[in-house]
């Protein structure tokens, strides 16, 4: 080009330019015509018929010729006259005057690789650095037009850059350079972006250049070496780590590994700890076919372990609920099935009294706490568990009406943990409705004592011929000694799991819903590019409506997750409908043109709070930052990516289908996990990445939503009643359970009005 430049006009070059370097690109011959050159062709393929004169022709062939070497074809005949030749084409084109500039790479300097180099070695990359053409006037958003776009502004083709920037004996594939100028790969391992590297210092771009271009950068970090350690976990830790992990010294990348185990994946607070070993000791027994299923039994077996790799949804406060080995002999499997009947049944069986009735998650809960105390009963002394060692045939329900059972397993947990925590209290608490006078189960079911056999240490002969003589007189002696031990347990009991304590920097700003929102702002500065990468841009989408719906709605993850869909122009479900199913639907409407959210009480866990007054929850979600055309996108497009082929649930928010998922709901297990995936890419600050939103912020639940709206509204208005209606509760329960507010602030409250009259003076 730097040949053509003086005879020529700067329309004539930017035509040819351009043309030159597709030939180069796509691996096209010039266009022959009987072995010449056909210059009719290539004059209108560039715009300049009338400017193709025949000193830009001997110019122009010059470098159409090392083209056609380049790509092994036949060398192209004299297009004006048949003149002997007294030197080869590509010894006349070796001593060839140049008129270029040093360092200028031109077209006539490409070479076959085969040309100048032996097989099985890589060609010497070009040391100097090319001028630019033209000045940039322009910075491409994304990384293929940026690519292009320099190499255009360098003049240079892609074999020229994959010769300038390839060393000798690397084994990069020039394919792979060519797959990023056309769009159809980016960079995603170490390797590449120490490419990419090479490319910014060669063409005098600041580094990081090319890598803030590149789309979805998170899914760009699977390449590192992350050692000796297993699939998943590389997964999960992957993509937090830096760009330059590999390139780092290996006390450094054992730093950050160290960190981003310890703060990202697990969470580090004196709770998770002890889960990690907790989730090492398996002793449950599981219930296969006994679960809760809208008020009957449902074949489906419910198993009480949960993968120790993932965290369980903030209904299971124990870490021993991530345990489980044997299955539940058949006679206590069906004392636990007769048990949930009694206790979700619509109508109780004729003869028999209750006291309210369990849902699914209360029942689900049962049935995992009752069988980690008969696996603790069962799990060997000589263990890492050191259970009682009682054999699986004696099991069963009628051993939980003798007082040394429950001593046993309150102090066998005691030294488990080191102090005693709200779940003996609420253990214990089942222990005395199940022994309630006339409504209690094990009370209306004398026959369970036939089963019950001595154990030496905790059930006595004696005892046993006590309760056979007089079964409602032991239900009773047992009903005051569990109340006792509730009292006494109440008195030492502490908290293990505080529920603040994942999100206490967002709890202690002054106003916590607004640092919370930076996690929503993060998700979009990282968004990816839809068309190139749809599946990521729609988890990406789904992410961010998940945090504001939650954050406008402050419900409880199960209302959450069950949210139905009724797209625009769908007749939405009837109220009555919704109240059968318990649960809600967000739908468009016509009177408000908004997005509605309807939630029938009865979807409610607290569904007889004086909140509702057995009325539904109405709220129109507010048009405010691009909400509404969030919403749009995700349903109209983003969730038939996440949804694919598998069969559409209904539900709003729906899973990423592949090919091993059987449904696209989510249960309340993936849903926690799900959030916490988002809180963990998105929100937490990670000092060597700088991606993140909240520095101290730590892996947590969509539970914790609540507690940030109740805490937000209560230092801006000192209102527990004000803070009750945003998390749909009442205003004891936020005082007790929810309100992170204390002393300081409240007197910062009641300053902030009393110094009014300071500053009026």
């Not at 004000?722 to 205003?731: E, G, R």
């Amino acid at each position: 080009m730097v040949r053509i430049a003086p005879i020529v006009s700067s329309r004539v070059l930017e035509n040819i330019r351009p043309y030159l370097i597709n030939l180069i690109i796509y691996r096209k011959s010039p266009p022959l015509m009987n072995g010449r050159i056909d210059w009719t062709t290539i004059a209108h393929a560039c715009g300049i018929e009338g400017e193709l004169t025949a000193d830009l022709k001997k110019q122009l062939r010059l470098g159409l010729e090392a083209i056609i070497r380049w790509l092994g074809a036949p060398p192209a005949a004299e297009d004006i006259r048949p003149a002997k030749r007294k030197t080869r084409s590509s010894d006349h084109h070796q001593h060839m005057p140049s008129t270029r500039k040093p360092g200028r790479i031109g077209v006539d300097d490409i070479r076959p690789q085969s040309a100048s180099v032996t097989r099985g070695s890589q060609p010497k990359p070009i040391q100097p650095y090319p001028d630019p053409l033209f000045e940039a006037s322009q910075d491409p958003a994304g990384f293929q037009d940026a690519l292009a776009y320099q190499m255009r502004r360098f003049g240079e083709s892609y074999w020229q850059l994959y010769r300038a920037v390839i060393h000798l004996g690397e084994t990069f594939d020039d394919k792979t350079l060519l797959s990023w100028i056309q769009g159809e790969r980016v960079p995603r391992s170490v390797a590449s972006f120490g490419i990419l590297a090479r490319i910014e210092q060669r063409y005098r771009l600041p580094p990081g250049y090319f890598k803030a271009k590149l789309p979805h950068q998170a899914r760009s970090l699977y390449g590192h070496d992350l050692g000796d350690i297993s699939p998943a976990e590389r997964r999960r830790i992957a993509v937090h780590l830096p760009d330059d992990f590999a390139s780092l010294p290996f006390t450094k990348r054992e730093e950050i590994l160290d960190w981003v185990r310890r703060v990202i994946v697990s969470g580090a607070t004196d709770y998770r700890r002890y889960q990690a070993a907790a989730v090492k000791q398996r002793y449950a027994i599981r219930f296969p076919g006994v679960t809760y299923g809208g008020g009957s039994l449902s074949p489906r077996a419910h198993a009480l372990t949960v993968s120790a790799n993932h965290s369980v949804a903030e209904t299971i406060e124990d870490p021993d609920l991530l345990c489980g080995v044997v299955d539940a002999p058949l006679r206590l499997a069906m004392e636990m099935a007769d048990l949930i009947r009694f206790k979700t049944s619509t109508l109780t069986a004729i003869g028999f009294q209750r006291n309210g009735v369990w849902g699914e998650e209360t029942a689900s809960q049962k049935i995992e706490h009752l069988g980690l105390m008969f696996g603790a009963l069962a799990a060997s002394p000589a263990g890492v568990v050191k259970g009682r060692g009682v054999p699986l045939s004696q099991l069963t329900f009628g051993l939980l009406i003798f007082p040394g059972i429950w001593d046993w397993y309150l102090q066998w947990r005691e030294q488990r943990r080191g102090f005693y925590t709200k779940w003996e209290e609420d253990m214990l608490m089942v222990a005395q409705a199940l022994t309630r006078s006339e409504v209690g189960w094990i009370r209306q079911h004398p026959e369970l004592l036939k089963n019950v056999r001595p154990i030496n240490g905790l059930i006595a002969p004696e005892e046993i011929e006590f309760a056979a003589r007089d079964w409602h007189g032991a239900c009773d002696a047992f009903h005051r000694h569990a109340a006792n031990r509730s009292k006494e347990v109440q008195r030492v009991m502490r908290v293990h799991r505080d529920p603040f304590e994942p999100i206490m920097c967002i709890l202690e700003a002054d106003k916590p819903l607004a640092e919370y929102r930076k996690i929503t702002d993060e998700i979009l500065k990282r968004m990816p590019d839809e068309d190139r990468y749809p599946r990521p841009a729609a988890e990406a989408v789904r992410s961010f409506l998940m945090l504001r719906l939650g954050l406008h709605l402050g419900l409880r993850q199960k209302n959450l997750r069950q949210l139905r869909l009724c797209p625009r122009g769908h007749f939405p479900t009837s109220e009555r409908r919704l109240e059968d199913m318990k649960c809600g639907e967000l739908r468009w409407s016509e009177r408000e043109s908004g997005w509605e959210v309807l939630i029938p009480s009865a979807a409610f866990k607290n569904s007889g709070s004086s909140f509702f007054g057995q009325k539904p929850f109405r709220l129109i979600l507010p048009d405010l930052l691009d909400l509404y055309k969030y919403l749009d996108a995700y349903i109209d497009r983003h969730r038939g990516v996440l949804l694919g082929s598998a069969k559409d649930p209904g539900t709003l928010f729906v899973k990423t289908v592949k090919t091993t998922s059987l449904d696209a709901a989510y249960d309340s297990t993936k849903f926690y996990e799900a959030w916490r995936t988002v809180i963990q890419r998105y929100g937490i600050y990670n000092p060597y990445t700088g991606r993140g939103a909240i520095k101290g912020l730590l892996p947590h639940g969509p539970h914790n939503l609540r507690d940030i709206l109740a805490t937000h509204i209560l230092k801006q208005t000192g209102s527990y009643e004000q803070a009750s209606y945003a998390i749909q509760d009442t205003p004891d329960v936020v005082q007790q359970h929810y309100g992170r507010f204390l002393p300081q602030d409240k007197a910062a409250l009641a300053a902030k009005i009393l110094n009014q009259v300071w500053e009026a003076a």
